[in-house]
């Protein structure tokens, strides 16, 4: 293992978030809060030992898989570890382990939060709060390799360790151009929406928080009853933009570069489509029959966007509906949002490779001997892809089961505990029940807390790179 | 497809059927019950479509895996419609859909009922479906192989269709005998448990009919209250029984065969003890805490060893028990038993595989290109298997989400709906909620009555004979 690579990335992160932490700084400073201080310090700790590790050269430059997973891993501790500091030094959340969930919930754009109360909170905490959100949907390190020089090989393997989906597609031959381009359009797509909410009214503090929260499909709202203040037309805004966050970003860059036919071609993105359109019209025929059939779109359409996404906002407390709508919830918080995107989850691409696999199954089972050559947008998936597919399912499932016993433990009813883990390891936010659209995770133990900010790392980090990190294996000479 | 061989191993199931009901025939008779006409009408009926169909002999003697899965998916079918029908004429079971329901529990060795009192059925009745689940549990096809004389190719498709776990162990060359030695085993260790309850002082047929039940696995009981009525010694017989019945019988034969050693290197039955014991102590533990630990390990040791048999018998309402033993209680309905045993779920072979694979993938991603060879029992697993496993697994949480999805249309609470399909699905029989161990699944829609009947179909036969029948593909020319 190259540890002197590792540490030189981990000084990168801690310098960049000491620059990011700034904004935080500059909403304290219009607002007059003393909690600006707690950025200071952090920022301070940050440099300190951030900027040695990026003055010193590593030894050398070889960099495998192992070490791009080992790298954002400890990465992404590290930068949960110092971005809760602010939180917990200003005293805004007495507990650090406290501190540690939500900033982690932040990062990894779940949005499931421990605070009962969140307009208590000062303005350059909630921006800070959000701002992980935004932080965390594209990735850190991809950040860091949009705007660094960095040598090579490393690009590719970070790259896939911190993108969402079975496979990392390469917008051009070089993965530091791909990692502007992809930033550019998150860029472009978020400015966007702060102005199309400016247009609606809503104040300029709560536009940039809440577009940083839609943009990572992270969820973390400024009020107690998340985006239910808002008017129609910003509910709206807000639906459209969850579910735009939640298609493949090589779509949008297909888009911009005039290869639309190509974009339309993508199964994931049709799937994608019909399976919202039909989260939608089943929830509104069941929580408004077909008397008010109409009516209930509206509020349909934005959980449903909210939960695929896996961002997480509410207008509605979703636990008052009956168990049919709430069943296909669940089950869009497993499925997940499109590969490539900021959302969490399963993902769609590979629910639909699933699907295929099994499809295949039953006509190898029908025509002994014919192999059935299983092709996503008409090229064929490398046996590879599906092994790591069903590898990555069956390792989903396995965590998702040891978690939900360990946090049975807590003895709270079966719902919450199930939800509760789902919301986290699928980064969505709220759950059923006491983690409902209006409860909090504040009640949880210690113990369960730690299980859920694993979950949330493990999903966020698709569960390979988190893995590796604890494997005795990774660690022996 | 060869229909004529499908048609003449179904005329064979029927008259099969209509033999085996001849002994509730026999107890109609003993306890003088008019009910005992509507096992004559079915008998009778039986014949009369069974016979034709046996004397006709198939054209062609062609018979692939795909004729073994439609004749193992429609035989039981079959079975099923015309094993209701005593149910339904008697009018003990008035509605068909309920009977129906009764009876594909009993062969599949489910247990969930429909009845909300057991105890007001006739005992030809009772007999009767606890009989199904001696029946349904080693396989009426496995059964009719044992005793007929069959042309050599079908057998092991047959076998393989219905047998449960991963692959089929042949424990002797000939499929045939196979087959018998199985029933041998099966026969000889549901004798020794009858005699051990009536030296307990159990009544005969209290004896018989909850044997059935236990070495099916199955958990149809004759009492309102389940097990709960009897002794301790009684209930300590069927802990140990249950146990026993759900390992896997290539063990049985090893040992019968002084080949103790080869069977003590079994992996899966190493595993078995292990989830059996933590369970159990961990459950004492916590229902019990320090305190009353020993004391617990009684109602633990029932349900744990009830529980991952997928046989249901119940001493105590463990509904009141903390979220974390319930949380234990419903992985071990995933978890199941041995593969080869006469229990549902998943299968603990598989389980133990699905965990190789993942420590493979960790290890292939530690070390790039370093290709580890998975053993079980120090044999190499072949790709095929693992593939198999894989997609079985796939497909089992596809069908386990699909279901949810359709039975909570019903709109009971979400615990009832979820344990409710897991229960069917694995096979074990009660739930939590309604449908727990003092509930039934008489509430239920008929639409999720059937959703539960092809669950229960499909969790007994391994998913894909019943599934290929459904597909378009198998009924092409």
């Known amino acids: 293992m190259n540890k002197s690579i590792i540490l030189h990335i981990i000084g990168w992160i801690l310098t960049m978030e000491a620059a990011l932490m700034s904004l935080s700084g500059i909403v304290a400073i219009i607002y007059q809060e003393k909690s600006g201080f707690a950025f200071l310090i952090t920022m301070a700790l940050c440099l300190v030992i951030g900027v040695p590790l990026v003055l010193h050269k590593p030894k050398s430059n070889v960099f495998f898989a192992k ?26 959340i007495p507990s650090y382990v406290d501190a540690l969930f939500e ?7 779940t949005g499931s939060s421990i ?17 992980t959100h935004w932080i965390g949907g594209m990735g ?50 978020t400015v966007l929406q702060i102005v199309l909410l ?19 499909t992270g969820g973390f709202a400024i009020k107690n009853a998340s985006i239910a203040p808002y008017s129609p037309y910003l509910q709206n805004v807000i639906t ?33 489509f019909i399976i919202v359109i039909s989260a939608i019209l089943l929830i509104s025929l069941n929580i408004g029959g077909f008397k008010n059939f109409f009516s209930s779109i509206h509020h349909a359409a934005f959980q449903v ?20 709508s709430k069943t296909i919830l669940l089950g869009l918080m497993f499925i997940g949002a499109c590969a490539g995107s900021t959302g969490g989850g399963i993902k769609v691409s590979r629910i639909v490779i699933l699907f295929k696999t099994l499809g295949k199954e039953m006509s190898y089972l029908i025509h002994k001997r014919s192999v059935k050559v299983l092709k996503i947008d008409g090229k064929k998936i490398e046996h590879e892809t599906m092994r790591s597919i069903n590898v990555f399912f069956v390792t989903y499932i396995i965590i998702f089961a040891v978690s939900v016993l360990l946090v049975s433990i807590d003895n709270f009813d079966f719902i919450t505990t199930f939800s509760a883990v789902a919301a986290t390891l699928n980064n969505v936010g709220p759950g059923l029940e006491v983690v409902g659209p209006i409860g909090n995770f504040g009640e949880f133990s210690y113990f369960s807390k730690f299980v859920m900010m694993f979950d949330m790392l493990a999903g966020r980090l698709e569960v390979f790179p988190i893995l590796l990190l604890f494997a005795a294996g990774t660690w022996k000479k």
Chains 1, 2 share one sequence.
């Open 240 to 272: 459209i933009f969850m579910f735009l966050f939640g298609v493949n970003f090589n779509i949008y860059y297909l888009v911009l570069y005039k290869k639309i036919k190509v974009a339309m071609k993508s199964e994931e993105l049709r799937w994608y």
């Open 305 to 324: 966007s909210s939960i695929i996404t896996t961002t997480g906002y509410a207008t509605f407390d979703f636990n008052t509906w009956p168990t049919f």
């Open 67 to 92: 070490e791009g997973f080992i790298s954002v891993a400890m990465g992404w501790i590290i930068l949960s570890i110092t971005g809760a500091l602010p939180f917990f030094i200003s005293g805004e």
């Open 198 to 216: 400016l247009i609606g009214g809503m104040p300029l503090f709560d536009s940039l928080t809440i577009t940083f929260g839609t943009a990572g």
């Open 140 to 189: 850190i390190l991809v950040f860091i390799l949009a705007i660094l020089p960095m040598a090579g090989g490393e690009s590719m393997h970070i790259m896939r360790a911190e993108s969402p989906g079975p496979s990392v597609g390469k917008l051009v031959p070089r993965m530091r151009t791909t990692a502007f381009l992809l930033y550019i359009i998150y860029f472009g797509m």
């Open 103 to 109: 900033v982690i919930s932040g990062f990894t754009t």
């Open 115 to 131: 605070l009962s109360d969140v307009e208590a909170l000062s303005y350059c905490m909630l921006f800070w709060r959000s701002f």
